[in-house]
């Protein structure tokens, strides 16, 4: 089995900073692509910054600039520095992760973590 933690959110002040974690735990065999969502009320779930297994970034154009992806592949981990944050960045934020499990198939499979709740107000 294979599970996706996610931890660092909370409440901070505009113009504050958090930084999120997301560890992968389990029989994993190995980790492609992760990234990290959100989702604010009544809004679709949506892309913030992703991360491939060699290191390159994209991030939603929103969030340029102020937030930084990066990823421990030795721990199976991967961070959401967030700088500069502002009220529109209220969400609950999910981490995701193509991973192929151990095993004899080789196909990988999409696994999701619970999500953590980043709330930016005064």
């Known amino acids: 089995q294979v599970q996706l933690v996610e931890s660092g959110g909370g409440l901070v002040q505009p113009g504050g900073s958090l930084r999120l974690s997301c560890a992968a735990s389990?029989?994993?065999?190995?980790?492609?692509?992760m990234g990290w969502y959100r989702q604010a009320p009544g809004n679709e779930r949506e892309l913030v910054a992703a991360?491939?297994?060699?290191?390159?970034?994209n991030y939603a154009d929103s969030v340029k600039g102020r937030f930084t992806i990066s990823r421990d592949n030795a721990k199976n981990t991967m961070y959401l520095q967030m700088n500069s944050l502002k009220p529109e960045d209220t969400a609950v934020y999910y981490c995701y992760a193509r991973i192929r499990p151990r095993g004899y198939s080789p196909y990988e499979y999409d696994y999701w973590g619970q999500g953590t709740q980043v709330t930016v107000s005064s």
């Open positions: 389990g029989s994993i065999f190995s980790i492609n692509a």
């Open positions: 991360i491939t297994s060699g290191g390159s970034t």
